[in-house]
């Protein structure tokens, strides 16, 4: 896998993704988001079991493929990286080099095929509404959450689509 980015787009894929990566997970492939090409786009996928976040953004590739790497350590490099352009290369044992500006790193990753695929989501039944309604929505019903994990249906709220009308 090859290719060449603008850092500010990897590194918002990374801050995104990141948030549905498992923290302490006894599979190490859990801790790590995959990396993936397709076409003229990366997709960066964080998964916890639970969700599952992809964010993607366009690069220059020049050889495709797929790798899962540590989430702390990758999001560290990228962050960190001096240049404007991350110039990224795995290979066939999944050691990965990632060159910025004057700086140079190279991480060992895993194996994509151990990762997790994510949820299949039906793109053809899909709401498109404004954020800020969402939030609202979100925000007047949240009271009524529970807070106890005892009755776990209890700890989250109910999305119901009929007719067109989103409660």
């Known amino acids: ?60 590739i020049t050889e495709s493929g797929k790798i899962v790497l540590s989430s702390r350590m990758f999001g560290d490099i990228i962050r960190r990286a001096g240049g404007e352009y991350i110039i990224f ?32 989501v039906d793109v ?6 404004e954020c800020a309604k969402l939030k609202a929505m979100v925000r007047q019903t949240l009271f009524a959450v529970a807070k106890s994990e005892t009755k776990p249906i209890l700890t989250g709220e109910l999305f119901s689509v009929q007719d067109g009308i989103l409660n």
């Open 89 to 120: 290369e795995s290979d066939d044992k999944f050691i990965t080099t990632i060159t910025s500006g004057q700086s140079v790193f190279q991480i060992s990753g895993l194996n994509a095929e151990e990762y997790p695929s994510s949820f299949d």
């Open 1 to 60: 896998m090859k290719f060449k980015c603008l850092r500010e787009d990897i590194l918002s894929a990374i801050q995104k993704a990141e948030k549905a990566v498992a923290v302490n997970s006894t599979l190490p492939v859990m801790e790590g988001l995959l990396l993936e090409t397709i076409g003229n786009t990366v997709c960066i996928t964080g998964n916890d079991l639970e969700i599952a976040i992809e964010a993607s953004f366009d690069a220059d």
């Open 124 to 129: 053809d039944k899909k709401i498109v509404m």
